[in-house]
Nanobody, 124 residues
């Protein structure tokens, strides 16, 4: 069973940057992908970005395109989310999630394993 642990959240001023990390363990497949999602208070969980383990194909939500970068280190089973130019609207709990599916999926129901989340707070 895949286990995911996020880290790197915290408090940052508007315009600042943060890098989130997701440590994956227990993978038995070299395929699939890891996605980052976020959930703000009173809102539904939303897709942020996704990267395939094999080939590194990425996909971003429009709201973060050009500001966030997702990348991976296969040797370490790590996935990162570099977040730049953060506005207060990016405040949320950020989750990484894993799927064995090939292809680009943005729905949370397509991801089988989830981390516990890490809080990102952007102050104005």
């Amino acid at each position: 069973q895949v286990q995911l642990v996020e880290s790197g959240g915290g408090l940052v001023q508007a315009g600042g940057s943060l890098r989130l990390s997701c440590a994956a363990s227990g993978r038995t497949s070299s395929g699939g992908a890891v996605g980052w999602f976020r959930q703000a208070p009173g809102k539904e969980r939303e897709f942020v970005a996704r990267i395939a383990w094999s080939g590194g194909t990425t996909y971003y939500a429009e709201s973060v395109k050009g500001r966030f970068t997702i990348f991976r280190d296969n040797a370490k089973d790590m996935v990162y989310l570099q977040m730049n130019s953060l506005p207060p609207e990016d405040t949320a709990v950020y989750y990484c999630a894993s799927t064995d599916l090939f292809g680009i999926y943005v729905g949370a129901d397509r991801y089988d394993y989830w981390g516990q989340g890490t809080q990102v707070t952007v102050s104005s």
